[in-house]
């Protein structure tokens, strides 16, 4: 089936990062969390450090609305540089405010909002925030409730 995920890169805070996102949407990860200690050596491939094989290969996180989060650790001894940036955020629409309120005291927590929930111009309950691991979240609930 189709389906539209959003992948996070972490530098080596991936497990730390999702399970808090689990805390706070709840469910469990799609088929566990696979670790780079399962992936084949390869030939000509210097061998990978006992830190470097319990980092998070892959794990899936659904969400609302059947969106996934996905991610990664890519740390820098595996050749990565990641960079926290402006251009993405992840948007939210919770069905109602109380539930938009929740999320955005969880996600905020430890890290900087942006711009406080509020009532928008186009009739929407919005804000946004940066969560402690980098990751921007946009809330936009269209309930009155």
């Known amino acids: 089936m189709a389906r539209v995920s ?12 999702f399970e808090f ?19 084949p050596a390869q030939e000509g491939a210097p061998a990978m450090s006992e830190q470097d094989k319990n980092l998070v290969m892959h794990v899936e996180l659904p969400i609302l609305g059947g969106h996934v989060l ?18 993405t955020y ?10 938009t309120d929740r999320l955005f005291a969880a996600l905020s927590a430890g890290g900087k909002t942006e711009m ?20 921007q979240w946009m809330f936009n609930c269209a309930s009155k409730i």
Not at 21 to 39: H, P
Not at 81 to 86: E, H, P, Y
Not at 90 to 99: F, G, K, M, Q, S
């Open 90 to 99: 992840i948007n939210l629409e919770p069905d109602t405010r109380a539930e």
């Open 6 to 17: 959003t992948y996070l890169n972490f530098t080596r805070e991936t497990e730390e990062a």
């Open 21 to 39: 996102y689990k805390s706070i949407f709840g469910g469990e990860f799609t088929n566990g969390i696979s670790r780079f200690s399962e992936v």
């Open 116 to 135: 406080n929930l509020q009532e928008m111009f186009w009739g929407g309950y919005f804000g946004s925030c940066t969560d402690k691991y980098g990751v």
């Open 70 to 87: 996905m991610g990664t650790d890519a740390p820098q001894s595996m050749g990565f540089t990641v960079i926290r940036g402006n251009s």
